[in-house]
């Protein structure tokens, strides 16, 4: 391909000539936003806490990085390097966010933090819409809710609920999205929120993260039983994916429940026990007295409504261990076993 034909191309790229900013882009899903983003022909500005630090080197080795990603230096409270992180910008997305259950380190700065974002986008003048990545945490923790309901975008945790029980991550969760629909408000800024679940599958990033230890706990016999439990799981692109396509339709509003499935914690371990027979996968369950809990029923269709086609749980836990086998966080499986086969692993 010619010069000129690269540069017709590149002009084609919905994202040409448009500058995002992302926060936290080092992160498990700003690292693959970032990698879409660039796909698509955007600008990246992304916030780092150090640019210089060699945990995002696989951030500057994305293709196109090295001519339309500008990492920023910038803490979430810290409003001046926020701002000049937006400058500039026709959207952001702000997906950074504490990751603890310590109440002092996740609700403040969670909710100063976007805030400040929700700010700086109204003072920068360029911003057409802010991309918000809330969290199931902030939907689904209700004691109230009926089996039979469906939970859908409408769905808001219990704040009373979340604080007796010291849930301070949904607790965090609920009350950041909160403000950013408050101050989005005030400011007339064009708000729209992505509330994944459970997120898996290949990792970018060198770290494991909270999400990637969940599915590493199940395998590397740290955990000797499952919980009884449910969780509803989603591809890490597929969220990716459903941030940019929030920001790129015009119809695009509200919240928008990013979830392929619900499953139980031994529909999890079934899969991976038949993907990978070679690791010491739990098959019993720490609590054999209480009934199984069943699965909460739950939407996705705001974003099929959209066109984002789901991956399968299945094949993102699959790409989940795959990669940690890759970047070495998991023993590799001895060449004398063969691979489990992928049919009929389903829950």
């Not at 309901?149 to 007796?164: A, R, Y």
Request: charged content about 25%.
């Amino acid at each position: 391909m010619t010069v000129v034909d690269a540069a017709a191309v590149a002009q084609e790229l919905p994202g040409h000539g448009q500058t995002v900013c992302v926060t936290g882009a080092a992160g498990y899903i700003a690292s693959w936003l970032v990698k879409l983003l660039l796909e698509r022909g955007y600008t990246v500005k992304g916030t780092v806490r150090n640019p210089d630090d060699p945990k995002n080197a696989h951030l500057k080795a994305l293709d196109g990085a090295a001519e339309r990603l500008i990492l920023c230096k910038a803490d979430l409270l810290d409003y001046d390097a926020i701002c000049a992180a937006v400058e500039g910008c026709h959207g952001v997305f702000h997906t950074a966010s504490p990751v603890t259950d310590d109440p002092e380190q996740m609700v403040e700065p969670a909710v100063r933090g976007t805030e400040y974002v929700i700010n700086a986008a109204a003072d920068a003048g360029t911003v057409r819409r802010v991309v918000f990545t809330s969290s199931i945490g902030a939907v689904t923790m209700d004691p109230n809710r009926g089996p039979d309901v469906v939970v859908d975008e409408s769905c808001w945790s219990d704040l009373e609920f979340c604080k007796k029980t010291k849930n301070w991550y949904c607790y965090g969760k609920a009350v950041a999205e909160q403000a950013a629909w408050e101050k989005a408000g005030a400011r007339g800024v064009d708000l729209v929120v992505v509330n994944p679940v459970l997120v898996v599958g290949p990792l970018l990033q060198p770290t494991v993260n909270a999400s990637a230890a969940h599915i590493l706990k199940y395998l590397d016999g740290s955990a000797k039983k499952y919980a009884n439990a449910v969780q509803a799981y989603v591809d890490v692109r597929d969220v990716a994916a459903a941030h940019v396509r929030v920001f790129e339709a015009p119809e695009a509003s509200g919240r928008y429940l990013c979830a392929e499935r619900v499953l139980h914690r031994e529909d999890v371990v079934h899969i991976l026990a038949k993907l990978f027979p070679e690791y010491p996968v739990p098959t019993r369950c720490s609590d054999e007295v209480n009934p199984r809990k069943q699965p909460y029923k739950m939407s996705n269709q705001k974003l099929q409504d959209l066109g984002l086609q789901f991956t399968p749980v299945n094949d993102s836990l699959y790409e989940t261990v795959k990669s940690l086998q890759e970047k070495g966080h998991l023993p590799a499986p001895r060449k004398d076993i063969l691979p489990a086969e992928l049919d009929g692993a389903t829950a």
